[in-house]
């Protein structure tokens, strides 16, 4: 499907394998699978380092995921060995699975909305206190294409990384791109709070 306001690519059909079309296609072809490439190497160096420094400070790990949809715990469980520092996680992608499996307040989503930093620290603690775990990430956001307002567009992602006997802390991100770019940017950044809270940690 082309961009708004782009014209449609001719299909190859088109071209014959010797034109100069048929090879600039085929060139820029490989550069996006290049760089989609990069984006998934880049989660799973993330995902491997996060998990050095787990098994560095003897931490265990849970998540909670709406808009990304597990794709957080699936980029930890896609290292060799994470069962010694990942005990579970927890796809809550409705309102009522955040009050269920989370303990999320109803009448806090119904203030906040279910893409809140509110939501996001109810998600978290929820995690931990359904786990053996000490360190929790949480993930709620719009990934579109739809469901975006002017207040919080598509994009727009609530995080919130909860420490056990510890601090909550929570922030709210606003990436670019479609549908997967945005939930990639989302498991990244969850990956990355996850790390820089047990680098911080003694």
Not at 2 to 29: C, D, I, N, T, V
Not at 64 to 74: F, K, N, Q, Y
Not at 121 to 142: H, N, P
Request: aromatic share 4%.
């Amino acid at each position: 499907m082309s961009a708004p306001g782009r014209p449609k690519r001719e299909g190859r059909s088109a071209q014959h394998e010797g034109s100069p079309g048929f090879r600039a296609g085929r060139s820029l072809g490989a550069r996006r699978r290049a760089r989609a490439g990069v984006r998934a190497a880049r989660i799973d160096a993330l995902a491997a380092r996060l998990g050095a420094l787990a098994l560095a400070r003897g931490a265990v790990l849970a998540t909670a995921e709406s808009c990304t949809g597990g794709l957080v715990a699936g980029a930890i469980t896609a290292v060799a060995g994470s069962s010694a520092w990942f005990d579970r996680g927890f796809v809550t992608y409705s309102n009522p699975a955040k009050t269920a499996l989370l303990g999320v307040p109803a009448a806090v989503i119904e203030r906040d909305g279910a893409v809140s930093e509110a939501t996001a620290r109810a998600m978290a603690t929820g995690a931990l206190a359904g786990s053996d775990a000490t360190l929790a990430v949480a993930v709620t956001g719009i990934a579109g294409p739809g469901g975006g307002t002017a207040a919080k567009p598509v994009g727009t992602v609530c995080f919130a990384w909860a420490v056990r006997d510890g601090a909550v802390e929570t922030t709210t991100r606003r990436f670019p791109g479609n549908r997967a770019a945005v939930r990639r940017s989302s498991v990244a950044a969850a990956l990355a709070g996850l790390a820089r809270h047990l680098r911080s940690s003694s």
